[in-house]
């Protein structure tokens, strides 16, 4: 182990980028390399929306009401006879935008909340974290609930609502992080050796919390997925026409007993892209640091 | 040990602050005059006796003396009284909450009882099929959507095969067959996440704990193989499935929003949401306030049984 290298910290190989290390390991895991492939196929068709979408979204076709697989519809369609493969592929754009707009903010704003409560410790460390178990107590559902009552259902607000409940995870994981790597020699030499404490921050605890917050963010963009979904089932997210996957199932519930393909499809795809950021998620820990088990939520 | 939980008890109490204070400025925040939400609909008042609304709810306050005057009131156990309906919102709220709690202790017990023994004999059996299939299903469980797996499951159930009611609420107490009848599907669909999680965990728990020394003596000492798992090595294989039952709380309460949603149950989820829309922040207000304080409750007694499950650990020292 060189110096300034926690079990945290990316692997530094001599001859490979660590990226491509850890891509080249992650394919070699048979479910995460399952889980980069659907990522890929999601980020792909959201992407290419445009050129592959068969049908605009929104066009309604009355010959073919609540139809099931067919040749026109190749998923079905809804109660107004709009193409549901259309739709989920709209829905997957929305379902990557919230959710790395939410983890983007959680990182954003609780990387340095964690940073700040290492630096400063005492009193302002205690606010923080005080803060922060506020902010957990408090069902995300609900913030998000009560954001879209104030301020409507939309992408800004529903990315605000699921990035605020990721923001006192990241903080306590780079807590947590730096609170250890603050104990080190290293760091009590490099202190000695008059190196000041902002810049112990930036040489040290920061990249120590790079690999941490890496897995975090990974489990967090599922989570992102299924609190998008269930915003909009019952109803305060982003609001029709716009197709999510949560709104989809939202209008495809009073339909259960007539047409159920219209409740199947939205919820698999929900799950198997959640799944995948989970396979993702836990395959990077296991590269970067198998001990964060206990440190990383799940 | 005393000494600690008073002291544990004691920091809530800036964290309860926080959360109401966070709540307060929130509902505030939401545009629409709270006065609308007064008086009924199609009632038309003139500017005199609106200020007297404002004036007797105390609306024509600053935010903080609004908020203090809530909280004077809060500590006396006085949570006000919803503006939709007058009635006193403790009073609502504790029948909502015995609701709620009614199929988040069916959903968790369930989870408990499926979980933690699948999750062992998926250590013990580990790499047999008994083992893929319970970590298979533990993967899946987390992943899943709880209301997509609710909404798939009145589709067998209830449309489909016709066995189990889909929609509403009938009290256990009072017609327990009903009761659980209703309850079967909403608890079945909020406690699949956490049987997932308690699986998962009892699973690489019990894993490590059969690795140690101590197995290997309590075997060579002649005991039993079912000895030496129930006894010995669940103790502390429970250690980590007490965490995830501290962290649960939180998510059955969120998980209920959308669960009760969907099946009509009224509990304090749907409550809240209504309330929320309704912009009926006394009740929004309270809510939240019994949010936190079962939540904080349950994350000291997760520390306290962790130190009577592990005599290593001790508090207040």
């Avoid at chain 1, 990315?159 to 009590?188: C, F, H, K």
């Avoid at chain 1, 810049?199 to 917050?213: K, M, Q, T």
């Avoid at chain 2, 966070?22 to 006796?49: C, K, S, T, Y």
Wanted: charged share 15%; glycine share 10%; net charge neutral.
């Amino acid at each position: 182990m060189t110096e300034g290298t926690l079990p945290g910290a990316l692997p530094a190989l001599a001859t490979e980028r660590p990226a491509v290390a850890i891509l080249r390991r992650l394919l070699a895991m048979p479910q995460a390399a399952l889980g980069v492939v659907v990522i890929l196929l999601t980020v792909l068709a959201a992407l290419l929306a445009p050129w592959i979408v068969p049908v605009d979204p929104e066009e309604m076709d009355f010959d073919n009401l609540l139809s099931g697989i067919s040749a026109e519809h190749w998923l079905g369609s809804d109660q107004m006879g709009r193409d549901t493969l259309a739709r989920l592929i709209v829905g997957a754009q929305v379902a990557l935008m919230v959710s790395i707009g939410a983890v983007g903010l959680g990182v954003a704003l609780g990387v340095p909340l964690g940073l700040a409560s290492v630096h400063f410790r005492g009193f302002l460390d205690d606010v923080i974290m005080r803060v922060m178990d506020a902010l957990v107590v408090f069902p995300s559902l609900l913030i998000a609930v009560g954001l879209a009552a104030a301020m409507g259902g939309s992408l800004a607000t529903v990315i605000l609502a699921i990035g605020l409940a990721n923001v006192p995870w990241m903080a306590r994981v780079v807590r947590s992080q730096g609170l250890t790597v603050r104990e080190l020699d290293y760091v009590a030499a490099a202190q000695a050796g008059g190196m000041s404490n902002v810049r112990i921050i930036v040489r040290h605890i920061l990249p120590n919390s790079v690999a941490p917050v890496i897995v975090q963010a990974t489990l967090g963009m599922g989570y992102a997925v299924l609190t998008e979904a269930a915003l909009g089932f019952i109803g305060v997210g982003i609001q029709p026409p716009t197709p999510t996957w949560g709104n989809m199932l939202q209008q495809a519930f009073p339909m259960l007993d007539q047409q159920p393909l219209l409740s199947v499809v939205p919820g698999l795809a929900i799950f198997l892209l959640v799944l995948a950021f989970n396979f993702v998620g836990d395959a990077l820990r296991d590269i970067l640091d198998p001990r964060l088990k206990g440190v990383v939520a799940t | 040990m005393w000494q600690y939980i008073v002291r544990r008890l004691l920091q809530m109490v800036p964290v309860l602050a926080l959360v109401t204070f966070l709540v307060h400025a929130l509902m505030l925040a939401i545009p629409g005059d709270p006065v609308r939400a007064l008086i009924g609909p199609g009632e038309v008042l003139d500017e005199e006796q609106i200020a007297l609304i404002r004036k007797e709810h105390h609306l024509d306050e600053p935010v903080l003396v609004q908020y203090g005057i809530w909280l004077g009131k809060a500590v006396q156990g006085d949570l006000g009284r919803s503006t939709q309906n007058q009635r006193p919102v403790a009073e609502e709220l504790g029948s909502r909450a015995l609701v709620t709690l009614q199929f988040g202790i069916v959903a968790w017990i369930t989870a408990l009882f499926v979980g933690v023994p699948a999750g062992i004999a998926s250590a013990v059996y580990r790499g047999r099929p008994v083992d893929y299939v319970a970590t298979v299903l533990s993967i899946g469980g987390v992943a899943i959507p709880n209301f997509w797996l609710g909404i798939m499951a009145i589709l067998l159930f209830g449309v489909t095969l016709g066995w189990l009611p889909t929609q509403g609420y009938v009290d256990i107490f009072e017609d327990p067959v009903e009761g659980l009848r209703h309850m079967a599907l909403p608890a079945f669909a909020l406690g699949v996440t956490s049987c997932a999680l308690i699986m998962r965990q009892s699973r690489s728990a019990m894993l490590e704990v059969l690795a140690q020394d101590y197995m290997r003596t309590a075997r060579a000492k002649g005991l039993s193989e079912r000895v030496v798992i129930w006894i010995h090595a669940l103790r502390n294989a429970l250690l980590p499935v007490v965490t995830v039952f501290g962290l649960q709380t939180g998510r059955i309460f969120a998980g209920a929003v959308v669960i009760e949603t969907l099946f009509g149950i009224p509990g304090m989820g749907n409550y809240m949401v209504q309330a929320i829309f309704a912009r009926d922040f006394v009740v929004v207000q309270g809510g939240v306030l019994l949010m936190a304080v079962s939540v904080l409750t349950a994350n000291l007694v997760t520390d306290l049984a962790y130190a009577w499950l592990d005599p290593r650990i001790k508090y207040g020292d």
